[in-house]
């Protein structure tokens, strides 16, 4: 819900809130100091620390009659909309440093607070949470990560508290929001459990496969999915993108990955035997001497380094979709980097039918450090796209 910050010189700033309390009037506005300065009647301004609530029913129980938060200097404009004892507003950080700034020229500082409702159909939306963790792997650069994001702030969840002041007892619960890259895991969990129901004979690489190359990149069509900084968003930051609930069931095509390729890969990485005995229950996996690249794995994205100048790799493809059916490769890469992919057509036949492809990367080693693109295949009902980056 809107809460709207108006200080004293006129000035607005919208904030969030997840209680809704009458407007508070135009009061006293200062900084939470040491506990020893009268607060009583006045709107104190706290730094994001911890729970909003907690802070604020220790503002409540000093006397204060209202809070703003100010969101710190490395969230950018990510915000949180908590479930308030007391009329309170979360400031972005941009928003918060001009509060801040406010308060420490003015001479009698006010602030008034003005709940203004739910507010739908925000843009831009999604935006990806500074918070929200950024590549590259440190334990495996070769494969992209993040993999996909998903809704991770402001989730409505059942939960047994009551929004508001006056709490009664466990038996008056109603629900809160929670926020955080741990509610973007359950969101993804159910759309893993929803693709599994549909197709219960696929494996998990075919549900992650699903997920990500039918992920979305931009909203409104054209728009780019943004970063905290309202910049655009990387390969680093997003992955293959949002997750479209609406599209995993029917991919099209899938990435699929056994147990072997994966026993392979950690081989690979150089963990040992009896590393990879601990996770497979398998003994001497290592010592057969094969071993799998991280560029070799059959996953739905790459990842190279930018010093090699160069990347040959294999991927396989199987039809989920129609049984007769045909994809064309379509590539968006930036100028500096050659991108082929042969052969430029996949035709299919029958379901389950796998087709295996090559990708090949060049570029200028001396000049290119980094570089994010894609390739999809393109048939008349699928689009299955695979991100790229060179870094």
């Given amino acids: 819900m809107k809460a709207i910050v108006k200080l004293g010189d006129g000035r607005s700033f919208v904030g969030e809130s997840a209680y809704q309390p009458p407007n508070l009037a135009s009061l006293p506005l200062m900084f939470e100091l040491d506990g020893s300065d009268n607060i009583t009647g006045k709107v104190i301004a706290c730094e994001f620390e911890g729970s909003q609530v907690e802070s604020g029913q220790s503002v409540k129980d000093s006397g204060g009659s209202g809070m703003i938060v100010l969101g710190a200097e490395d969230s950018g404009y990510t915000t949180f909309a908590a479930a308030h004892v007391l009329p309170a507003s979360y400031l972005n950080s941009p928003d918060a440093a001009a509060v801040r700034q406010y308060i420490q020229t003015s001479n009698k500082p006010t602030a008034s607070i003005i709940f203004n409702g739910t507010s739908l159909g925000t843009t831009p939306a999604p935006v990806a949470a500074y918070f929200s963790s950024r590549g590259p792997s440190t334990t495996s650069p070769g494969i992209l990560k993040p ?31 929670i926020s955080g890259t741990s509610m973007s895991t ?12 549909a197709h219960n004979d696929w494996s ?10 039918t992920a979305y990149v931009v909203y409104d069509s054209k728009k780019p999915i943004l970063d905290e900084t ?25 990435y699929d990955t056994d147990v072997e390729q994966y026993i392979l890969y950690l081989c690979g990485l150089g963990y040992t035997d009896s590393e990879v005995e601990i996770i497979t229950h398998q003994k001497g996996a290592c010592s057969k001497g094969t071993k799998l690249a991280e560029a070799e794995l059959n996953y739905p994205s790459i990842a190279t380094r930018a010093s090699s100048g160069k990347l040959v790799v294999n991927r396989t493809v199987t039809n989920v979709g129609d049984a007769v059916s045909s994809y064309t490769v379509e590539i968006d890469m930036p100028k500096e980097v050659k991108a082929t992919v042969s052969p430029t057509k996949l035709d299919f036949t029958k379901e389950k039918e796998s087709k295996t492809f090559t990708v090949s990367l060049s570029w200028d080693a001396s000049k290119t450090k980094n570089a994010e693109g894609s390739f999809k295949w393109v048939s008349s009902k699928h689009v299955v796209r695979s991100p790229i980056v060179i870094f």
């Fill in 147 to 177: 993999d996909i994001i998903g809704p991770g702030v402001n989730i409505i969840a059942a939960w047994p508290f009551k929004v508001g002041p006056n709490r009664i007892d466990e038996h008056d619960m109603v629900f809160n929001s």
């Fill in 186 to 197: 359950p969101h993804l969990s159910g759309i893993a459990a929803i693709i599994k129901s």
């Fill in 204 to 213: 998990p690489a075919a549900i992650k496969s699903a997920i990500m190359t």
């Fill in 230 to 254: 309202l910049n655009p968003a990387g390969h680093f930051t997003i992955g293959a993108g949002h997750v479209n609930p609406s599209e995993v069931v029917n991919p099209g095509l899938v």
